[in-house]
């Protein structure tokens, strides 16, 4: 069974840099898309961005400036940083797994279990 | 971007009762690139359909999504106490990539 887990920092001050990893266990680390997604507190869920086993990434228009998603195939792991911080990036992040087939989209079958991250002076 | 939009915010029903989601689109989605979340207070979310209509592993059948273009929908036939949640569609789209619904909440009436 595959389980993600994923650990960071967890308090942040404005304009430093979040950083998290996520790691895979029990399974194929190729084939699918690793996803980070956030969720502001008593919020919705904001994908953030995606890459596979090869560094091929996808990121959230809105994030991309400050966003960058990275894969070690060798530990079967990804990572996300997040730049220049402010109080609104406060959130719970969670990784993901996502698969795509041939146009079509299986969903994020697997979560981590959050990590939440707080940005304060 | 398309945007989601769901509705209602709230939905207060008691257990048994049927639940009817709505998710609809700012543009047209292919069926196939739409997909449901459970998320439960103080846990991450869990997939329940992909495809518009497809169950994930171990969803059960009381759960079923529907809909195709701009209008879908997620249906629980008979409430189990445990389906009390937030409830979220997803799209994928090539670009900008994905995006979620703001979410509906299912209560206990």
């Known amino acids: 069974q595959v389980q993600l887990h994923q650990w960071g920092a967890g308090l942040l001050k404005p304009s430093e840099t979040l950083s998290l990893t996520c790691a895979v266990y029990g399974g194929s680390f190729s084939g699918y898309y690793w996803s980070w997604i956030r969720q502001p507190p008593g919020k919705g869920l904001e994908w953030i961005g995606e890459?596979?086993?090869?560094?091929?990434?996808n990121y959230n228009p809105s994030l991309k400036s400050r966003v960058t998603i990275s894969v070690d195939t060798s530990k079967n792991q990804f990572s996300l940083k997040l730049s220049s911080v402010t109080a609104a990036d406060t959130a719970v992040y969670y990784c993901?797994?996502?698969?795509?087939?041939?146009?079509?989209?299986?969903?994020?079958?697997?979560w981590g279990q959050g990590t939440t991250v707080t940005v304060s002076s | 971007e398309i945007v989601l939009t769901q509705s209602p915010g709230t939905l207060s029903l008691s257990p048994g009762e049927r639940a009817t989601l709505s998710c609809r689109a700012s543009q047209s989605v292919s069926s196939s690139y739409l997909a449901w979340y459970q998320q439960k207070p103080g846990q991450g979310p869990r997939l329940l359909i992909y495809?518009?209509?497809s169950r994930a592993t171990g969803i059960p059948d009381r759960f079923s999504g529907g809909g195709s273009g701009t209008d879908f929908t997620l249906t629980i036939s008979r409430l189990e106490p445990e389906d009390f949640a937030v409830y979220y569609c997803?799209?994928?789209?090539?670009?900008?990539?994905?995006?979620f619904g703001p979410g509906t909440k299912v209560d206990i009436k």
């Open positions: 997803q799209q994928y789209n090539s670009a900008p990539g994905i995006t």
């Open positions: 495809g518009a209509s």
């Open positions: 993901a797994r996502a698969r795509y087939g041939n146009h079509y989209y299986y969903g994020m079958d697997v």
């Open positions: 890459i596979n086993h090869s560094g091929s990434n």
